[in-house]
């Protein structure tokens, strides 16, 4: 059993940035971010494959949010920056076994959350 707690999440104007952090309990292999929105579906925003930091994006947040993690301290983290009010969520930290993936359906343990709301 892993144990997922997030931090950061905040409300900042669009163009704004914030940090976000999920501390692990343990390893795994596969973490990432998704978010989801009032009324939408969780959708995958970052992942990373911590044997060799393989990473992915979903195409709204390339370029914008970079995902990363301090293996030492067993903690992920995503870099929000060029925030758009579209940002807006509840923000999630998962884990898995296995390679990477932005499919919540694959993802064993989650956090509960940390809420980012970004005004235009």
């Known amino acids: 059993q892993v144990q997922l707690v997030e931090s950061g999440g905040g409300s900042v104007q669009a163009g704004g940035t914030l940090r976000l952090s999920c501390a692990a309990s343990g390893y795994s292999p596969t973490m990432a971010w998704f978010r989801q929105a009032p009324g939408k579906e969780r959708e995958g925003v970052a992942t990373?494959?911590?044997?060799?930091?393989?990473?992915d994006y979903a195409d709204s947040v390339k370029g914008r949010f970079t995902v990363s993690q301090d293996n030492a301290k067993n903690t992920l983290y995503l870099q929000m920056n060029s925030l758009k009010p579209e940002d807006t969520a509840m923000y999630y930290c998962?884990?898995?076994?296995?390679?990477?993936?932005?499919?919540?359906?694959?993802?064993?343990?989650w956090g509960q959350g940390t809420q980012v709301t970004v005004s235009s």
């Open positions: 990373i494959y911590t044997p060799d930091h393989t990473t």
């Open positions: 998962a884990s898995k076994d296995g390679w990477e993936s932005l499919r919540p359906d694959e993802y064993k343990f």
